[in-house]
C-alpha cells in the first residue's frame, strides 16, 4: 500500500523485529532460496527527510519571445556571425581546451561515484573456499579412514534499506552526477564565449593597426613636405619637428598594437587548446574582418521565460540543492538500526559427499541499533541541514545572478548599437572635416597644427568607431551566454 508522507511502502515493523527477535543474529536461519529473494524485494520502507521540492522565487514577468532568441540559444550560437574561421575555431576549441577536458573528467569522476552508491545498495555476491583434513563420523560411527573437505560457497551480502538511507544516498550522488554535467555545460559555454570575444578583439586589433598604418603613410608624405620646405627656409625647424614628434607618437602607436596583437594571439591560442610549438610559431588564422562580421539585427525584448530552468549555472544550482536534501534523509536514516543479512549457496565435494546434502542454503541477520555516538549523529544532522541553508542560499543567488545577466545583456546590445551609430556619424564628419583641412592647407588658409589637429581627432574617430564595433559584436556574444547558449538542443540529464 502506499503510505503518507515520505513513505514508500509501509511494513509492520513490530513483527519484523519481532522475526529477528525469536532469532539471535549469529544464528543461520534454513531458508529457501526463493523466500531470501522475496524478502529482500519486500523490506522496503520509509524515506527519511523531506522530499525535494524546487524553491518558489519571486520572478518578474516572462516574456514571450523564443522566436526572437532562437539565434541565440543554437547549440552552435557561434555561427550566427556567419565567419567559417570562427566556426573552424571554436570546434578545435571545444576538442582541445583543457578547462573543458577536465569538466569532461570530473563529469565521468561523478558518473563512476554514483555508480558506486548505487551499487552500495544492491546485494553483493563473494565466493568462499574452505578446505580441511581429518576423520568424520557417520550416524556415530567414526570413519577411520582420513577424509579431504572441500567447499565451495557463494556468500550473498545484503544491507536491508528500512529506512531509505541508501536510496536518499543514490539521490544524492544522482544529483551530484548531473551538477557535474551542467557544471561541463556551464565550462563550455564560458570557454566558447571566451574563444569568440578573444577572436572579435584580435579583428578589432588588426583594424586599429591597419588605422594607425594608414595615418603613418600620410603623416610620412607631411613630413616629406615639410622636410622639403624647411631646406628651402620656408618654415622654421620648430614646425619640423613638430610634424616629426607627432609621426614618431603614431609609430608607438603601431608598435604597442603590434605587442597586444601578438598577445592576443597566444592567448587565443591557449583557450583553442593548442600545442606550446603552435602557440609560439602559428599565428592564429582570421577570417573576415571586423567591419564584415554579420551582426544580427534583431535583437530580443524582455526576459524569455526559459532562462530560469535552462541555465547551466542555475541548473547546477539546483542539482547540488537537490543532492543537500537527500542528504539530510540520509543523515536522519542514523537514528535507526541497521539490518545486514548474509546469506550461503554451496555444495561439498569430497569423500562425504553421500553423508551430506549437496545445496544447502542458511540465512544470518546481523541488526544494529546506535546507542551512543557521542553526539555525532546529532552534528551529522545539523551539518546536513545546514549544508541544505548553503546549497539553497546559493540557488537563490544563481537565479538572481541569471536574470541580472539577461537583463544586462539586453540593455547593453541596445546601448552599444546606439553608440555605434553615434560613433559611425562622427566618424563619417571627422573624415570630412580632415579633407577639408587638407585642401585648406595645401591652398595655405591653415597651418599645419590646425591640420594635425584635425588628423588627430579623425584618428580618434576612427579608432572609436572600430571600438563601438567590438562592442557590438561582444554585446551579442556574452547576451548569448547570458541565455545560456545552446539549451534548446542540449538536455543536461
Same mark, same amino acid.
Given at each position: 500500500?502506499?503510505?503518507?508522507?515520505?513513505?514508500?511502502?509501509?511494513?509492520?515493523?513490530?513483527?519484523?523485529?519481532?522475526?529477528?527477535?525469536?532469532?539471535?543474529?549469529?544464528?543461520?536461519?534454513?531458508?529457501?532460496?526463493?523466500?531470501?529473494?522475496?524478502?529482500?524485494?519486500?523490506?522496503?520502507?520509509?524515506?527519511?527527510?523531506?522530499?525535494?521540492?524546487?524553491?518558489?522565487?519571486?520572478?518578474?514577468?516572462?516574456?514571450? &519571445?523564443?522566436?526572437?532568441?532562437?539565434?541565440?540559444?543554437?547549440?552552435?550560437?557561434?555561427?550566427?556571425?556567419?565567419?567559417?574561421?570562427?566556426?573552424?575555431?571554436?570546434?578545435?576549441?571545444?576538442?582541445? &581546451?583543457?578547462?573543458?577536458?577536465?569538466?569532461?573528467?570530473?563529469?565521468?569522476?561523478?558518473?563512476?561515484?554514483?555508480?558506486?552508491?548505487?551499487?552500495?545498495?544492491?546485494?553483493?555476491?563473494?565466493? @568462499?573456499?574452505?578446505?580441511?583434513? @581429518?576423520?568424520?563420523?557417520?550416524?556415530?560411527?567414526?570413519?577411520?579412514?582420513?577424509?579431504?573437505?572441500?567447499?565451495?560457497?557463494?556468500?550473498?551480502?545484503?544491507?536491508?534499506? #528500512?529506512?531509505?538511507?541508501?536510496?536518499?544516498?543514490?539521490?544524492?550522488?544522482?544529483?551530484?552526477?548531473?551538477?557535474?554535467?551542467?557544471?561541463?555545460?556551464?565550462?563550455?559555454? #564560458?570557454?566558447?564565449?571566451? =574563444?569568440?570575444?578573444?577572436?572579435?578583439?584580435?579583428?578589432?586589433?588588426?583594424?586599429?593597426? %591597419?588605422?594607425?598604418?594608414?595615418?603613418?603613410?600620410?603623416?610620412?608624405?607631411?613630413?616629406?613636405?615639410?622636410?622639403?620646405?624647411?631646406?628651402?627656409?620656408?618654415? %622654421?625647424?620648430?614646425?619640423?619637428?613638430?610634424?616629426?614628434?607627432?609621426?614618431?607618437?603614431?609609430?608607438?602607436?603601431?608598435?604597442?598594437?603590434?605587442?597586444?596583437?601578438?598577445?592576443?594571439?597566444?592567448?587565443?591560442?591557449?583557450?583553442? @587548446?593548442?600545442?606550446?610549438?603552435? #602557440?609560439?610559431?602559428?599565428?592564429?588564422?582570421?577570417?573576415?574582418?571586423?567591419?564584415?562580421?554579420?551582426?544580427?539585427?534583431?535583437?530580443?525584448?524582455?526576459?524569455?521565460?526559459?532562462?530560469?530552468?535552462?541555465?547551466?549555472?542555475?541548473?547546477?544550482?539546483?542539482?547540488?540543492?537537490?543532492?543537500? &536534501?537527500?542528504?539530510? !534523509?540520509?543523515?536522519?536514516?542514523?537514528?535507526?538500526?541497521? #539490518?545486514?543479512?548474509?546469506?550461503?549457496?554451496?555444495?561439498?565435494?569430497?569423500?562425504?559427499?553421500?553423508?551430506?546434502?549437496? !545445496?544447502?542454503?542458511?540465512?544470518?541477520?546481523?541488526?544494529?541499533?546506535?546507542?551512543?555516538? !557521542?553526539?555525532?549523529?546529532?552534528?551529522?544532522?545539523?551539518?546536513?541541514?545546514?549544508?541544505?541553508?548553503?546549497?539553497?542560499?546559493?540557488? %537563490?543567488?544563481?537565479?538572481?545572478?541569471?536574470?541580472?545577466?539577461?537583463?544586462?545583456?539586453?540593455?547593453?546590445?541596445?546601448?552599444?548599437?546606439?553608440?555605434?551609430?553615434?560613433?559611425?556619424?562622427?566618424?563619417?564628419?571627422?573624415?570630412?572635416?580632415?579633407?577639408?583641412?587638407?585642401?585648406?592647407?595645401?591652398?595655405?588658409?591653415?597651418?599645419?597644427?590646425?591640420?594635425?589637429? =584635425?588628423?588627430?581627432?579623425?584618428?580618434?574617430?576612427?579608432?572609436?568607431?572600430?571600438?563601438?564595433?567590438?562592442?557590438?559584436?561582444?554585446?551579442? =556574444?556574452?547576451?548569448?551566454?547570458?541565455? @545560456?547558449?545552446?539549451?534548446?538542443?542540449?538536455?543536461?540529464?
Amino acid at each position: 500500500m502506499r503510505s503518507k508522507g515520505n513513505c514508500e511502502l509501509q511494513i509492520n515493523s513490530k513483527r519484523l523485529f519481532g522475526f529477528f527477535s525469536r532469532y539471535p543474529a549469529s544464528l543461520p536461519l534454513c531458508i529457501p532460496a526463493s523466500a531470501v529473494i522475496a524478502l529482500l524485494l519486500l523490506l522496503t520502507g520509509c524515506l527519511m527527510g523531506p522530499n525535494y521540492k524546487k524553491p518558489v522565487e519571486d520572478l518578474p514577468a516572462a516574456a514571450d &519571445n523564443q522566436n526572437e532568441i532562437a539565434p541565440f540559444i543554437k547549440h552552435n550560437w557561434w555561427e550566427m556571425f556567419q565567419d567559417p574561421v570562427l566556426n573552424s575555431l571554436v570546434q578545435e576549441t571545444l576538442a582541445g &581546451n583543457k578547462d573543458i577536458q577536465i569538466a569532461l573528467a570530473r563529469v565521468e569522476e561523478a558518473q563512476a561515484q554514483f555508480k558506486i552508491t548505487r551499487a552500495d545498495s544492491m546485494p553483493s555476491l563473494n565466493m @568462499g573456499f574452505q578446505g580441511t583434513y @581429518g576423520t568424520a563420523s557417520n550416524d556415530g560411527v567414526i570413519i577411520e579412514q582420513p577424509v579431504q573437505l572441500y567447499t565451495t560457497a557463494p556468500v550473498i551480502s545484503y544491507e536491508l534499506d #528500512i529506512w531509505g538511507k541508501q536510496r536518499r544516498l543514490n539521490q544524492s550522488a544522482k544529483a551530484r552526477y548531473f551538477s557535474t554535467k551542467a557544471a561541463k555545460d556551464l565550462t563550455e559555454l #564560458i570557454v566558447t564565449a571566451n =574563444v569568440v570575444n578573444a577572436y572579435f578583439l584580435l579583428l578589432t586589433l588588426d583594424a586599429q593597426l %591597419e588605422i594607425v598604418k594608414d595615418t603613418l603613410e600620410s603623416y610620412g608624405q607631411i613630413v616629406k613636405v615639410y622636410r622639403d620646405r624647411y631646406k628651402a627656409g620656408y618654415i %622654421e625647424e620648430l614646425d619640423l619637428r613638430r610634424v616629426e614628434a607627432d609621426m614618431q607618437s603614431v609609430e608607438v602607436s603601431k608598435i604597442d598594437l603590434e605587442r597586444q596583437i601578438s598577445q592576443a594571439q597566444s592567448a587565443l591560442a591557449v583557450l583553442a @587548446g593548442k600545442t606550446p610549438r603552435e #602557440i609560439v610559431e602559428q599565428q592564429m588564422q582570421r577570417g573576415k574582418k571586423l567591419e564584415e562580421v554579420y551582426l544580427i539585427p534583431n535583437i530580443p525584448e524582455g526576459i524569455p521565460s526559459k532562462v530560469l530552468e535552462k541555465r547551466a549555472d542555475v541548473l547546477q544550482a539546483e542539482e547540488q540543492l537537490i543532492s543537500a &536534501n537527500a542528504q539530510i !534523509g540520509a543523515a536522519r536514516a542514523s537514528y535507526f538500526p541497521q #539490518i545486514s543479512l548474509t546469506g550461503e549457496a554451496g555444495y561439498v565435494s569430497n569423500s562425504l559427499t553421500n553423508l551430506m546434502d549437496a !545445496g544447502i542454503w542458511s540465512l544470518a541477520g546481523n541488526l544494529v541499533q546506535p546507542l551512543f555516538e !557521542g553526539g555525532k549523529i546529532k552534528a551529522m544532522n545539523k551539518q546536513a541541514e545546514a549544508a541544505y541553508k548553503e546549497a539553497l542560499a546559493v540557488y %537563490e543567488q544563481t537565479v538572481e545572478n541569471a536574470f541580472k545577466d539577461v537583463y544586462d545583456s539586453l540593455n547593453a546590445n541596445k546601448m552599444y548599437r546606439e553608440i555605434y551609430v553615434a560613433a559611425d556619424l562622427q566618424a563619417k564628419a571627422m573624415n570630412r572635416s580632415y579633407k577639408i583641412a587638407a585642401d585648406q592647407f595645401k591652398a595655405g588658409l591653415i597651418d599645419t597644427i590646425n591640420l594635425l589637429d =584635425v588628423k588627430n581627432s579623425y584618428l580618434q574617430a576612427q579608432t572609436a568607431l572600430v571600438s563601438a564595433r567590438y562592442n557590438q559584436l561582444t554585446a551579442v =556574444v556574452n547576451l548569448s551566454k547570458a541565455l @545560456g547558449g545552446g539549451w534548446n538542443e542540449k538536455d543536461v540529464k
